[in-house]
């Protein structure tokens, strides 16, 4: 017994400690003789010291064990009067003396273990989450107050711009104003974007970002989609590929969110393609009912190591960074997070210098057969 490290306490019918081993002894600061004779009591809390005789008895007169058989946690206490946690389990012996008296030997056998440890490392487990349930709240409150106080400013930016752009009130003479002004309002749109991909990424991680389910004609989503990158594309001088079929079935989704997966798969897809390269947009039904969006490109690639940082909140490849492909890193984050919230699934199959597919992918049970 003195070669177990658990504690080992044995006990007659009266409570009295007939046995204690040496983990036993200094778990609790007692030397085995001390030990001996005395009342298990001594090693408890006393508000549940006083109780335990009654706890005996009650089992001996109806047979119902509480504690027998069962590990639980409890207090312990030191021979100084400390109390720390300790893990128990009970069992029961009863045999028959070697003599071969009729008295039964009937003893209860207590296995402790000092849990002390792993109680202060789970209660620094949940400070630790505290503070960072703490710190994600600050973080989504400052986001969302410093995108109304970014936002006001913005909107006269973008305004003010686009009507001189526009040269609405009278002709710009110079040339530069137009190209500044220009600038100026395409940095102020970019600016906008990402504030709103920010709060998109906080509302995701805080789990307060919720999904407006509706029937969505997704061949229409498409076709829209696809018509606001058609100038971007041509100006590039890309090649767009649409295939779809006309019958395409309609979705249980939310329109503005895949209406966003779209656009930031698009604008990667875009802005990562080189003059010359083609962009295809490929949608069917599945043999399993399932259906697909698959965006490829004839772009610069990813290796698996790119792709698994892309994936991640202001993740990059390193073939995509440099000065003409510059971003914050979040639409294929927020894109992967959104698809997940509907129950489906995003997908990226790449190799270098010869383009990317992403594919998507909706369960059966959003397909609307209607």
Not at 3 to 32: C, H, K, P, Q, W
Not at 141 to 147: D, P, T, V
């Given at each position: 017994?003195?070669?177990?490290?658990?504690?080992?306490?044995?006990?007659?019918?009266?409570?009295?400690?007939?046995?204690?081993?040496?983990?036993?002894?200094?778990?609790?600061?007692?030397?085995?003789?001390?030990?001996?004779?005395?009342?298990?009591?001594?090693?408890?809390?006393?508000?549940?010291?006083?109780?335990?005789?009654?706890?005996?008895?009650?089992?001996?007169?109806?047979?119902?064990?509480?504690?027998?058989?069962?590990?639980?946690?409890?207090?312990g206490r030191r021979k100084d009067g400390s109390l720390f946690p300790i893990e128990l389990s009970v069992g029961e012996i009863r045999d028959s003396l070697a003599s071969g008296?009729?008295?039964?030997?009937h003893v209860f056998i207590g296995t402790v273990r000092d849990i002390s440890a792993r109680k202060k490392y789970e209660e620094a487990l949940i400070v630790s989450r505290r503070?960072?349930?703490?710190?994600?709240?600050?973080?989504?409150?400052?986001?969302?107050?410093?995108?109304?106080?970014?936002?006001?400013?913005?909107?006269?930016?973008?305004?003010?711009?686009?009507?001189?752009?526009?040269?609405?009130?009278?002709?710009?003479?110079?040339?530069?104003?137009?190209?500044?002004?220009?600038?100026?309002?395409?940095?102020?749109?970019?600016?906008?974007?990402?504030?709103?991909?920010?709060?998109?990424?906080?509302?995701?991680?805080?789990?307060?970002?919720?999904?407006?389910?509706?029937?969505?004609?997704?061949?229409?989503?498409?076709?829209?989609?696809?018509?606001?990158?058609?100038?971007?594309?041509?100006?590039?001088?890309?090649?767009?590929?649409?295939?779809w079929p006309s019958d395409l079935p309609k979705l249980r989704a939310d329109r503005r969110s895949v209406r966003q997966i779209l656009i930031n798969l698009l604008s990667n897809?875009?802005?990562?393609?080189?003059?010359?390269?083609?962009?295809?947009?490929?949608?069917?039904?599945?043999?399993?009912?399932?259906?697909?969006?698959?965006?490829?490109?004839?772009?610069?690639?990813?290796?698996?190591?790119?792709?698994?940082?892309?994936?991640?909140?202001?993740?990059?490849?390193?073939?995509?960074?440099?000065?003409?492909?510059?971003?914050?890193?979040?639409?294929?984050?927020?894109?992967?997070?959104?698809?997940?919230?509907?129950?489906?699934?995003?997908?990226?199959?790449?190799?270098?210098?010869?383009?990317?597919?992403?594919?998507?992918?909706?369960?059966?049970?959003?397909?609307?057969?209607?």
């Amino acid at each position: 017994m003195d070669t177990i490290l658990e504690g080992i306490i044995v006990i007659d019918l009266r409570g009295v400690i007939l046995l204690a081993n040496n983990a036993a002894s200094g778990m609790f600061g007692y030397s085995e003789q001390e030990l001996k004779g005395q009342n298990v009591g001594v090693l408890m809390p006393i508000s549940i010291a006083a109780q335990h005789d009654g706890f005996i008895q009650s089992y001996l007169s109806t047979g119902r064990p509480k504690v027998i058989g069962i590990g639980r946690e409890v207090t312990g206490r030191r021979k100084d009067g400390s109390l720390f946690p300790i893990e128990l389990s009970v069992g029961e012996i009863r045999d028959s003396l070697a003599s071969g008296d009729a008295e039964n030997t009937h003893v209860f056998i207590g296995t402790v273990r000092d849990i002390s440890a792993r109680k202060k490392y789970e209660e620094a487990l949940i400070v630790s989450r505290r503070m960072a349930e703490s710190a994600s709240e600050a973080k989504s409150m400052f986001l969302a107050k410093m995108s109304h106080e970014l936002r006001t400013p913005l909107n006269a930016i973008l305004g003010f711009s686009e009507i001189m752009k526009e040269q609405l009130f009278g002709p710009l003479h110079n040339e530069k104003y137009v190209l500044y002004l220009n600038d100026i309002h395409n940095s102020g749109q970019h600016l906008l974007n990402l504030i709103n991909d920010l709060l998109d990424i906080s509302r995701i991680e805080s789990g307060k970002f919720y999904i407006d389910e509706d029937v969505v004609d997704i061949a229409e989503i498409l076709e829209r989609t696809t018509a606001l990158f058609q100038e971007q594309i041509t100006r590039k001088g890309l090649r767009l590929e649409r295939k779809w079929p006309s019958d395409l079935p309609k979705l249980r989704a939310d329109r503005r969110s895949v209406r966003q997966i779209l656009i930031n798969l698009l604008s990667n897809a875009v802005k990562f393609t080189p003059e010359g390269g083609t962009i295809s947009v490929e949608s069917a039904l599945g043999d399993d009912s399932a259906l697909s969006i698959a965006i490829s490109d004839t772009g610069i690639g990813m290796t698996p190591q790119d792709i698994a940082s892309a994936i991640k909140p202001f993740g990059r490849s390193d073939g995509h960074r440099s000065k003409e492909n510059e971003g914050a890193g979040l639409g294929l984050f927020i894109a992967k997070s959104l698809m997940e919230m509907h129950c489906a699934s995003l997908d990226i199959t790449s190799q270098p210098n010869h383009g990317s597919t992403v594919s998507m992918r909706f369960p059966p049970t959003r397909v609307l057969f209607v």
